[in-house]
């Protein structure tokens, strides 16, 4: 599981900060990408990386804000041209499908691959055998949501010193007590799969939330994320300004993030007043309060061992 910045900056492109894009790479646990928000000119920063867009399958969208959904155009289209043939779905608050709809039938675009558009509102919003994303509506102008995904939990390891104890022996009746409750051995000793296998392994937990004011009650939503990615869009010397245009400073993401007892914190939707400069100064003020922070970056990646 790994996380791509494929933009950082907030409301207009700067020569160092794309708007708003984030890339969860699935690649071993399902082959597939998905994207956090689509800015424009998204699809030029996906030729920068080693991201195919055939690979995306999963697209949400954290609000309806230009900066945040401007490329999908260009990117529903070209994805027809390289090779896209599987199903794409966008989740989006209200209003998603109708922009989607709308700037595909005006420009003639004809897409070669299934497109599904779901709306949602607050609460779970997908499932499968690996992974819950549920959402949760932030403190915006606008309708804007937090995305928090976790992975489910793995069975434990076989506890193979115990089963070899017991005078079961490797082989294949060792991949048939981790698949099954119940195994019965040749020689006929039933073997109770709980009774050697250790404790589930914790699935791990992004949350990615989008444009806000930091409230008291989305520290319910965030606790024990092992990676909070959360807006900056401005320094602690601009927090009237924040709460102004309902964005959040380093300081009370970096606040959200100590009483939240996440692992660690990313910083990005960071407006255009700042330069590279200024990205140690930001980065401190937040490090004062939360140490394990950082501040994301164009093409900055990290990756989100397993337990």
């Not at 794409?88 to 005006?106: F, H, M, Q, R, W």
């Not at 040749?186 to 409230?215: C, E, F, L, N, W």
Request: charged residues 25%.
């Amino acid at each position: 599981m790994e996380l791509v910045f494929l933009g950082t900056g907030s409301g207009v492109p700067s020569k160092e900060r794309n708007v708003s894009a984030i890339a969860l790479k699935l690649l071993q646990e399902q082959n597939s990408i998905w994207l956090f928000d689509c800015g424009e000119a998204t699809q030029h920063q996906i030729l920068r990386t080693n991201i195919k867009p055939r690979k995306i399958t999963k697209i949400f969208i954290t609000h309806l804000h230009g900066d945040h959904i401007f490329g999908l155009p260009g990117l529903l289209s070209s994805r027809s041209f390289q090779g896209g043939e599987d199903l794409l779905t966008i989740y989006g608050p209200e209003g998603i499908k109708d922009y989607i709809e709308t700037t595909l039938a005006v420009s003639g675009t004809t897409l070669t691959y299934p497109l599904s558009i779901v709306e949602f509102t607050e609460g779970e919003v997908f499932e499968d055998e690996q992974f819950t994303i549920s959402c949760k509506q932030l403190d915006h102008g606008i309708p804007s949501y937090g995305f928090r995904i976790t992975e489910k939990d793995k069975p434990g390891r076989l506890l193979v010193d115990k089963l070899k104890a017991a005078g079961i022996e490797p082989g294949p009746t060792y991949q048939q007590i981790k698949e099954n409750d119940v195994v019965r051995t040749d020689d006929g000793q039933v073997i109770h799969r709980a009774q050697y296998i250790g404790p589930d392994k914790r699935g791990r937990v992004v949350t990615i939330m989008g444009d806000t004011r930091v409230s008291d009650n989305e520290q319910s939503f965030v606790e024990g994320s092992d990676v909070l990615v959360h807006e900056a869009t401005f320094g602690e010397e601009k927090a009237d300004l924040a709460k102004a245009y309902f964005h959040s400073t380093t300081k009370q993401a970096a606040t959200l993030a100590r009483e939240s007892n996440v692992g660690k914190l990313i910083l990005t939707h960071i407006s255009s007043r700042y330069q590279q400069e200024d990205d140690q100064q930001l980065v401190a003020e937040a490090q004062a309060i939360f140490p394990v922070t950082e501040l994301a970056s164009d093409f900055y990646q990290v990756t989100i061992e397993s337990k």
